[in-house]
C-alpha cells in the first residue's frame, strides 16, 4: 500500500474520524489532547504534502475509484498545499496555545462538543482546499461554516451571540450565492468536475447563464472572504469570539474561501471572455485599494486591541486582492505568499492576545495597559508579530510587501498611485501598532489580577514570532510554493 | 395537465411565502412554513424528483416544523417590531430574484433530451450503475457510491449541526431557571389514542426506506427523519420522560458519532484492502455484491446519524423551553 497516493484524502478524513471521537470523549483535557494531536497530524501531512508537490507538479485522487468526471476527484498543487499548510499550522498553533484560555470560556460538559466542532472546522476548511469538484467544495464549506460559528459562540461575552448571528446569516447567503452559481453552470455544462468545467464551458453557445454564474460566485465568495465591502460580519465576529478562536479562524477562514474564489475564476472563468482578466482587475482592485484604506483608517480609529486587529484584517485581505488583481505572475505570487505571512503575523498577535488576556480579568481598552513592562519578553515577541504586519525589513510580512510593490511597479497604468497606497497605508499600520505599543509599554498599569502565565500559549508565542523572523530571511519553501502558484493560475488564463 | 396543476403549485407557493413575510404572528408563520415545504415537496414530486420529494416531506413539512415549535416554545409568540430596513431588503431580495430568473432564461427547456445535464454524466450514470453495481434507483449509486464523499460529507454536516444546537443549548442559563420536561398530552384522549396508533406504522416505513433505497426513492436521510418523528410523536404524546426511557440521551449521542464513524469507516476499509477511499468494490469477493453491501451499511450510518441528531435536537429544545 503507497501511502503517499492517500494523502489528500487523509489530510481531510482524519480530523473529521477524530470528530466523533472527541464527541465521546466526556473530559476537557482528553478532548483537547486528541484534538491537538489531530491538527498536529494534519500539520505534518500537509508539509508532507507541500515537498510532495514540490518534486512534481500536482496529483489527483478519485474518491471510491471512480475517474473524473463522473466521480469526485482530489487534487493537491502548489496552490492548495501552501493553503493547507497555512490552516493546519493555524489551527495546530491556536489549540497548542488556547487550552487555558478556552478552559475559562467553556464548561467542563460542554468541551467535548466544542472540540468536535473545532475538528470539524479544521476538516471542513482543509476539503475545500483538497477538492477538486465544485459541489465538494460547497459541502464542504458547509461543514466548515456551521462548524465556526459554534466556535465564535463559544466564547463567554455574551456580545459573541448576536455576532455570530450575523456571521451565520452572511455566511449562509454567501454559501447560496455560490451554490446558485454551482446550479446554472451544472446546467449549463452537465459537469461539476473542475477541470470538465474549464473544458465545458468553452462550449456553451449561450454565455448569459455563465456570466450570471460567475456573478453569483464571485459575490458569494467575496462576502464569505470579507472582500472590502463586503467585510461587515468580520470585526465583531473576530473581536468577541474566543482568543484561541480569533487565532485561527483570522488566519486562515478567509484565506480559504480567498483560495476558492482564485482556484475557481481563473480555472474555469478565465478562458470564456476574451479580455476577463482586464475584467476581474477592473472590478476587483478598486475593492482592494478601498479596503486597504478604510480598514487601517478603521483599525487606528479603534480603542479595543482585538478588534483593532481585526480591522487590520480587512486591510490585509485587500493587500492578497490587490496582489492577485493585477493578474501577473509577480502579483499573484505576492498575493499568495502575504496569504502565508499575514497567516504567521496574525496567528502571533492574536496568540499573544490570548497570553496578554490571561493576564486580566476582561479585555477592556485599558486592560492591557502596561502588561509589556511587566513581561518584557511577551511584549516583544508581539511587537516582533506587530512589525511583520507592518512590513518591517527583516521580517516575514515585508518580504510579501516588497514583491508588492514588485508587482505595482510593472503594472504601468497606476503605479505610483498604487504604490501610494501602499506606503500610505503601511504608515497607517505603523500608527495603529504605535497605539498598541503605547499601550503595552508606556502606560501604568492597572491593578491586575496575578494569574500564571499560560507557559505553552507563551512557547507558542515565541515560536511564531521567531518564524515571523526567519521567514523574513529566507522564505524558502513558501515562497517557492508561491510562485508555482501564481505561474499555475496564470496556465489557465489566455 | 401536470403543466396546470405545476402552474396553479406555484402559484400557491408564492401565495404562501408572501402570507409567511407578512404575518407577525411566529406560530401561524410556523405552520405557513409547514404547507410550504409540503406544496415545494409536491412540486419535486411532479418533475420526478421522487427522492428529494421525500426528503422535503419528511424534514421540510415534518420534523423542521416540530423543532420549530419547541423552539417557539421558549420565545414569545409574537414578532418584534422591526425598525425600518425592510425597504432596502426588499429590493436587494428582488433584484437578485430577477438576475436568478433572467439566467434561467437562457436554460435548455425542462425535460429536453439534448440538454448538457442529461447528455454528458448520465448515460455513464445509468450505464455503469448496471453493470457495476446492479441496483435499479440510479440514484442511489449515484449519491451512495459515485458521489459517495459528498454524501459523507452531508452526514457531518447534520452531525456538526446537531453538535452546534447541543452546544448553544447547554450553554448555562442567564436566569436561574430549572429544567422542566413536558408532559405531553396525557390529558387528551383523541389525539392521544389515534397518534399512538400511527407510530408503529411510522417506523415501520421508516424501516422501509432504509432498506429500500436501493430499489425505489428513499435512503438514510428520509429513514433517519421518519424513525425520529415517531419517537418525537411518542414524546409529544406521553410526555418527554418517556420519550428518554426509550432512546436516552447518551445512547442517541453515541448513535449520532457511530453513524457518522461507520460511514467513513467503510470509505478507509477500501484504503486498507489497497485501493481507493470509498471503494466499496473490494468489500467482498464480488465487485458487484460489494458494492451493494458498502451502499447498505453507509446508508446505515446515514440513518444512524440522523436519527440521532434530530432527537437530540428536539429533547435539546424542549428541555430549554418553558412549556410544551
Known sequence: MNLALHYPVLQVIIPMLMAPLALLVQHRKLAWLLASVTSLCAFALAIAIAQLVLQGSSYAYPLGGWQAPFGIELRVDSFSAIVLIIVSGASTAALLAGYQSLAQDIEEDRASLFYAAWLLALAGLLGIVVAADAFNIFVFMEIASLASYILVAGSSDRRALPAVFKYLIMGTIGATFYLIGIGLLYIMTGTLNLSDLEVRILAVEDQTPILMAAGFISVGLALKAAIFPLHAWLPNTYSFAPHAVTAFLAACSTKVALYVFLRIDFFVFQRTLSDHAAQFSIYLLPLAVAGILYGSAMAIREPLAKRLFAWSSVAQIGYIVLGVSLVSQAGLSAGILHMFNHALAKGAIFIGIIVLASQCQQLTPTALNGLGRKHPLIGIAFVVAGLSLVGIPGTAGFVSKWLLIDAILEHHRWSIALLMVVLASSLMAVVYLAKVCETLFFKTPETTVVQPLPKLAIALLLLVSFANLIFGVAPGLPLELANNAASLLLEHTL | MTAVFSIFLLCLLVITAAAVIRTTNLFVAVML??????????????????????????????????????????????????????????????????????????????????????????PWFMQTTAEQIDIPNVITAILGSFRGYDTLGE???????????????????????????????????????????????????????????????????????LIAASIILYGLLEGQQRALAVLP????????????????????????????????????????????????????????????????????????????
Do not use: C, N
Request: net charge neutral; no cysteine.
Open chain 2, 33 to 122: 412554513m409547514g404547507i410550504f415545504s409540503l406544496l415545494i415537496a409536491v412540486s419535486f414530486f411532479l418533475l420526478d424528483a421522487a427522492d428529494v420529494a421525500l426528503t422535503e416531506a419528511a424534514v421540510g413539512a415534518g420534523i423542521s416544523t416540530v423543532l420549530f415549535l419547541s423552539a417557539l416554545a421558549a420565545l414569545t409568540e409574537e414578532e418584534r417590531k422591526q425598525a425600518g430596513g425592510r425597504v432596502t431588503a426588499l429590493i436587494s431580495v428582488s433584484i437578485t430574484g430577477l438576475l436568478m430568473a433572467y439566467a434561467t432564461l437562457h436554460k435548455p427547456d425542462f425535460g429536453d433530451p439534448s440538454a448538457p445535464a442529461h447528455q454528458h454524466l448520465t
Open chain 2, 155 to 225: 452526514v457531518f454536516v447534520v452531525l456538526v449541526a446537531g453538535i452546534g444546537v447541543l452546544f448553544l443549548l447547554s450553554s448555562p442559563r442567564p436566569s436561574s431557571q430549572d429544567k422542566r420536561s413536558s408532559e405531553g398530552l396525557k390529558h387528551y384522549l383523541i389525539p392521544r389514542m389515534i397518534g399512538r396508533l400511527l407510530i408503529p406504522f411510522i417506523l415501520l416505513f421508516g424501516l422501509y426506506v432504509q432498506f429500500h433505497g436501493e430499489y425505489g426513492p428513499g435512503g438514510g436521510f428520509q429513514a433517519g427523519a
Open chain 2, 249 to 324: 440521551i447518551k445512547f442517541l449521542r453515541l448513535l449520532m458519532a457511530s453513524g457518522a464513524l461507520l460511514y467513513a469507516g467503510v470509505g478507509v476499509v477500501g484504503i486498507l484492502r489497497g485501493s481507493y477511499f470509498l471503494d466499496y468494490s473490494v468489500l467482498a469477493a464480488d465487485p458487484v455484491t460489494a458494492q451493494q453491501v458498502g451502499i447498505i451499511l453507509i446508508e446505515a450510518g446515514v440513518g444512524m446519524t440522523v436519527t440521532g441528531v434530530l432527537l437530540s435536537v428536539y429533547h435539546a429544545f424542549v428541555a430549554r423551553g418553558k412549556l410544551q
